[in-house]
């Protein structure tokens, strides 16, 4: 057979896909070690002269700039993050679901320092949603969702949950990619992975356990677990507790509160005074003030009657979607 006759190799049609991390690669996501709040000048020391993107973050008195879809600007910086302590971020949204809403409305700048200093689900997720290394999708806006406020089982946000241990944003979005394409974990992330299902499993029989007060449900147990995944396990409870001793033996005790899927609208567990409490408008805990020295069933009276006395505001909306 001539040349002139030999079949002619098919044009490629589909470019190769980029993984997530050779994407991350042209792309990055600037870490910063964990701190609860900074401020913008300290960003804009560290950075001078760019244009900075907070993802899940709290930068001090963001909701003093002006408003954008996916969140709030002052000088350089743009605070993509849903802690804000106003009624608009008073809502069940997550940092995903603001970086969706602004890749929607407008796209992120290329040139922009993104930056993240934790790697839980929102904050992956966020962070490569400004990074365009993910879709603006609504896969993603639920498995955020899922991990900070409902507790709903979701692949995406059980695997990401389980990886933020590590504080390696290379590590999660490549098992991410993995998982997203049906591939096989890499066998630490499979581990992290499986110890979190466990925690998950383990939640879900200790539910027969919880006792109420009103629509407060608790438990007190020796096991330190992550109060999210109780929500989707008690559906008629407004507050629900999880009390365990302080690690540090002094006779106090931790209690995580969360709001559960009966809260009345508006219910904010920030503004209720409650003792020794820190966290934000749905969850949060005693342990920033070195636990406290109530029961959980005293704990849980106080909330109640908080239950009792609360008059629905119109200006805090319950909001699931994007």
């Known amino acids: 057979m001539s040349s002139s006759e030999m079949p002619s190799m098919p044009e490629k049609i589909v470019e190769e896909r980029k993984s997530f991390v050779e994407m991350l690669s042209e792309r990055p996501i600037t870490m910063l ?10 960003l804009e020391d560290i950075f001078p002269g760019k244009d900075i993107i907070v993802c899940d973050f709290r930068v001090a008195d963001a909701e003093s700039g002006w408003e ?47 930056l993240v200093n934790h790697t839980d689900c929102d904050s992956i997720l966020s962070s490569a949603i400004v990074r365009k290394i993910l879709p603006p999708s609504e896969r993603f806006n639920a498995a955020a969702i899922a991990a900070d406020h409902t507790g709903d089982e979701n692949d995406i946000a059980d695997l990401l949950q389980a990886l933020q241990k590590r ?15 049906e591939e096989a974990l890499e066998p630490e992330a499979k581990a992290l992975l499986d110890e979190r299902l466990k925690e998950r499993a383990m939640t879900k029989e200790m539910v027969k356990e919880f006792r109420s007060t009103g629509k407060v449900s608790f438990i007190s147990t020796t096991a330190h677990l992550d109060s999210a995944f109780f929500p989707g396990l008690l559906p008629e409870a407004a507050v ?19 709001l559960g899927k009966s809260a009345p609208e508006g219910f904010a567990l920030n503004t209720l ?13 005693t342990k920033r003030n070195g636990g406290t020295a109530l029961s959980v069933e005293e704990y849980a009276g106080l909330i109640q009657e908080k239950l009792d006395a609360f008059v629905p505001s119109s200006s805090i909306v319950s909001e699931g979607h994007i």
């Open 33 to 42: 070690d964990e701190f609860p709040i900074i401020d913008r000048e300290t």
């Open 68 to 114: 954008t879809p996916g969140g709030y600007v002052s000088g350089y910086v743009m605070s993509v993050d849903h802690h804000a302590p106003t009624p608009r971020m008073s809502k069940l949204i997550s940092s995903t679901t603001l970086a969706i809403r602004q890749s929607n409305a407008e796209p992120f700048p290329d040139d922009a320092v993104v």
């Open 167 to 181: 504080r390696d944003i290379e590590f999660s979005l490549r098992n991410l990619d993995l998982l997203l394409h």
């Open 240 to 258: 629900i507790l999880v009390a365990s001793p302080m690690k540090d033996d002094s006779g106090k005790t931790l209690i995580k509160a969360r």
């Open 273 to 285: 005074g409650l003792p020794d409490f820190g966290g934000r408008w749905n969850a949060g805990a």
